[in-house]
């Protein structure tokens, strides 16, 4: 059960997903210890604590002491997740990730301008500011843009754009650390979420719409950077990403 050298601690993330899938490991089950994973995948103790690590950021596994590794499981409304979070442990995937966001987003910023309320605006700068506040401070912005994005979601009242971009939500917030190496990336995104927010408050959808797709392009050449500078795969993991519309109401 070797697996490639190249994404060693991502493809050892998506085998033990895909065995939490079809139920070889159920909800409360220990996943195997340190040792027996290294020998099951051929890779080293390191590769094996990212692995989970990274399943823990995702909700799907936690780790407690004296326990080790526990399941916690895969919801059946949370199918579509687990499907696309084993495809992006692929870090070659995460390109095509942001290729669907830019078409997806695209649409939700032009309905956002078309559709948001007063309050939607609000909560759109409220979003806005707390990213502004965080990156002047030099703390963390990864929390505050991925809010700033789910609110945008939530006022284009589309439940279908929302429940996508709930979808993948954590598969953004995961290859989002790609650009933590690139030192204007967080600069750039402030002055482009500004002009993003401009557009949906004067409620034009074309602005709205160039607006991310400027901003997500901006994304993806820092992700291409910070590839090459050899940034981890992996988000912060202090936090789990917001939830849109439809995770709310699962709440």
Do not use: C
């Not at 949370?78 to 870090?91: F, G, R």
């Not at 953004?172 to 790609?178: K, S, V, Y």
């Not at 950077?225 to 981890?232: E, N, V």
Request: aromatic letters at 4%; zero cysteines.
């Amino acid at each position: 059960m070797a697996v490639g050298r190249q994404t060693l601690s991502q493809s050892v993330s998506a085998a033990v997903l895909e065995r939490i899938r079809t139920g070889e490991f159920a909800p409360g089950d220990r996943l195997p210890t340190e040792k027996v994973l290294m020998q099951e995948y051929g890779v080293g103790r390191n590769s094996v604590r990212e692995a989970v690590q990274a399943l823990v950021t995702l909700r799907i596994v936690e780790v407690r002491p004296g326990r080790g590794a526990t399941v916690i499981g895969i919801e059946p409304e949370d199918a579509l997740d687990a499907e696309m979070v084993s495809v992006l442990l692929k870090e070659e995937a995460v390109e095509d990730l942001y290729a669907f966001r830019r078409l997806l987003e695209v649409e939700i910023a032009a309905g956002a301008a078309e559709k948001a309320t007063t309050k939607d605006i609000e909560e759109i700068e409220h979003r806005l500011r707390a990213f502004q506040l965080a990156f002047t401070e030099g703390a963390p912005v990864s929390r505050s843009d991925d809010e700033f994005h789910a609110a945008i979601a939530r006022a284009s009242h589309n439940a279908v754009y929302a429940t996508m971009m709930d979808a993948v939500s954590g598969l953004i917030a995961n290859a989002r650390r790609l650009t933590e190496r690139v030192p204007w990336a967080t600069e750039r995104a402030a002055v482009e979420h500004e002009r993003l927010f401009a557009a949906i408050k004067a409620h034009d959808p074309v602005a709205a719409a160039d607006a991310m797709r400027t901003h997500l392009d901006s994304a993806i050449e820092a992700i291409r950077i910070g590839r090459s500078l050899g940034a981890p795969t992996f988000a912060d993991r202090s936090y789990a990403p917001p939830a849109t519309a439809a995770r709310s109401r699962r709440a």
